[in-house]
């Protein structure tokens, strides 16, 4: 399942990943994001790394400008990725593991691994996340919920289209903050009832 934004709706997540027995199929969600202008906002990247190293990441796709990437894992302020433009025959899927050859385990796996500084990539991504069961789903939801550092994912009860209400969450502009292009915050200048971001209302 995927959207349009960085929300993740609970009863639409439910409504696909769940079968007609009641019970949670392996589900991919894909995250649509975009963490700056022409770079990643600095206070997004401790959050970019904690999703990656949560056992239901499968990587991101992103890259660099004019570059697409397969982001699979990070260290420090890099990320390591593959190049996706690099394909390979999908190999037949056999009951026992020891019936593939050393060649076909062997293109399953790479001896050249890039990096990239997180502030070299591209704001706008796509994050995947892979939920086989209700309890991958439960764990995945605290985690993202509970993190710590600025969330580049929310996670919501309702998906309001679905329920008749605006598509705006009532939320959102309460979590509006203004950051300058090192990640601070910094003052919203208000004139006559109105300021940079919208009027006041009574």
Request: aromatic share 8%; glycine share 6%.
């Amino acid at each position: 399942m995927t959207g349009d934004g960085p929300d993740v709706y609970e009863d639409r997540f439910f409504n696909i990943a769940k079968s007609s027995d009641g019970e949670i199929q392996p589900t991919l969600i894909l995250v649509c994001v975009r963490l700056g202008i022409d770079r990643i906002t600095p206070v997004y990247w401790d959050a970019l790394q904690a999703s990656m190293r949560l056992p239901q990441s499968i990587g991101i796709a992103g890259g660099r400008p004019s570059s697409s990437h397969y982001f699979v894992g990070t260290q420090g302020l890099h990320f390591f990725y593959l190049d996706p433009h690099e394909t390979r025959t999908a190999l037949p899927l056999r009951k026992n593991n020891e019936m593939y050859s050393t060649e076909e385990v062997d293109s399953c796996h790479t001896r050249r691994l890039r990096r990239l500084h997180v502030s070299e990539m591209d704001p706008s991504m796509l994050i995947a996340f892979l939920i086989r069961d209700e309890r991958d789903w439960t764990a995945w939801k605290g985690s993202i919920v509970h993190e710590s550092s600025k969330a580049i994912i929310q996670v919501a009860e309702q998906d309001p289209v679905i329920h008749g209400q605006s598509s705006e969450r009532q939320a959102a502009f309460d979590e509006v903050e203004i950051l300058d292009d090192e990640g601070s915050e910094t003052e919203v200048e208000t004139l006559d009832g109105y300021d940079s971001i919208g009027p006041h209302t009574a």
